[in-house]
């Protein structure tokens, strides 16, 4: 069975700060990924995915994610947060040709201006 | 694009009544929808699975005629809470899977908040 492991339960940063979140799963045959954010009050929106291709996948907003197949992760990352990037962040990861979708349990982050 | 939308978005019902949770993909067919309860500072646990012209396919424990599924057309599905009581209060939330050359992306709906008295 595919799972989902996220190790920062909640992060705090100052605004300009640099960002990475683990994300880390479970399962050996092709897999695809994806993080999702939902920001206070909304719901869970597509922040970005990889299926295939190029490890390195950006998304909107400035963030990206790296595959590494080797370490099963696919860390988010931004090179400077804002104040509106305060939000929760869901890894996700299903395997290839089927559908049904694994969360991780969340990361929240706080920007502080 | 990639529109899903939840209604109603929030219910408040009577113990042993039951309640029924629309989900509409607005921009997109989808013949695969999911249905999630989102506990408090916990992450979305999938309930079942809603394939459009088939019997909808549960997650281990959660019963189903307890959570009954239809998804009567390409553009929704529904979900409907049985003689809801107190434990069923939850934030339900549905997606709508847009696949693209195989591989497929969920869209979510908003969520319900269901609060049963």
């Known amino acids: 069975a595919q799972s989902v492991s996220q190790h920062n339960h909640h992060v705090i940063l100052s605004e300009a700060a640099s960002l990475e979140l683990g994300c880390n799963y479970s399962y050996g045959g092709t897999v695809n990924l994806f993080w999702y954010v939902q920001y206070p009050g909304q719901h869970l929106q597509l922040l970005l995915k990889y299926f295939s291709g190029d490890p390195l996948v950006k998304g909107i907003k400035g963030f990206e994610a790296e595959f590494i197949k080797s370490k099963f992760s696919f860390n988010l990352r931004k090179p400077s947060v804002q104040w509106s990037d305060t939000a929760e962040y869901f890894c996700?990861?299903?395997?290839?040709?089927?559908?049904?979708?694994?969360f991780g349990t969340g990361t929240k982050l706080q920007v502080i201006p | 694009g990639a529109v899903v939308s939840q209604h109603p978005s929030r219910v408040i019902c009577k113990s042993g009544t039951s309640v029924k949770i629309e989900c509409r993909s607005l921009?997109?067919?989808?013949?695969?929808m999911f249905w999630y309860r989102q506990f408090p500072k916990q992450s979305l646990m999938l309930m079942a699975t809603s394939n459009e012209g088939s019997k909808a396919t549960y997650e281990q424990g959660v019963e189903k005629d307890k959570f009954l599924i239809n998804h009567a057309s390409l553009t929704l599905s529904t979900l409907t809470v049985t003689s809801a009581h107190p434990e069923d209060s939850s934030f339900y939330i549905c997606s709508a899977l847009r696949t693209s050359g195989g591989a497929g992306s969920q869209y979510f709906g908003p969520g319900t908040r269901l609060t049963v008295l």
């Open positions: 921009d997109f067919q989808a013949t695969t």
């Open positions: 996700a990861v299903n395997s290839g040709g089927y559908q049904k979708v694994t």
